[in-house]
């Protein structure tokens, strides 16, 4: 079992920058597919980007692509989300989700595991 928390949201200026981490236990997090969602208000949980146990693929939500970054330190046991020239349409709730499926693809299901999520809130 993996238990994840997130950190680092907070309230930044449109175009202005965030990184997001998400700390994880357990001594299996090396092996995990590691994702991040999103949810704004009233709005349905959509996928962001994910990351491969060791790097190797990476995937983005073409909403955030060219603009974000995901990245991992197996060795800390984290998982991070670089965000920049952030805009008001990428405010919501960001989740950290962990799955033991090598390609779990952008579904939540796919992903067992999930943290309680860290608020980013873009203003214009």
């Known amino acids: 079992q993996v238990q994840l928390v997130e950190s680092g949201g907070g309230l930044v200026q449109a175009g202005g920058s965030l990184r997001l981490s998400c700390a994880a236990s357990g001594r299996t997090f090396s092996t995990y597919t590691m994702g991040w969602f999103r949810q704004a208000l009233g709005n349905r949980r959509e996928f962001v980007a994910a990351?491969?146990?060791?790097?190797?693929?990476?995937y983005y939500a073409d909403s955030v692509k060219g603009r974000s970054t995901v990245s991992r330190d197996n060795a800390k046991n984290t998982v991070y989300l670089q965000m920049n020239n952030l805009k008001p349409g990428d405010t919501a709730v960001y989740y950290c989700?962990?799955?033991?499926?090598?390609?779990?693809?952008?579904?939540?299901?796919?992903?067992?595991?999930w943290g309680q999520g860290t608020q980013v809130t873009v203003s214009s």
């Open positions: 989700a962990a799955s033991s499926l090598a390609y779990p693809g952008y579904l939540e299901y796919s992903f067992a595991y």
């Open positions: 990351i491969s146990w060791n790097g190797a693929n990476i």
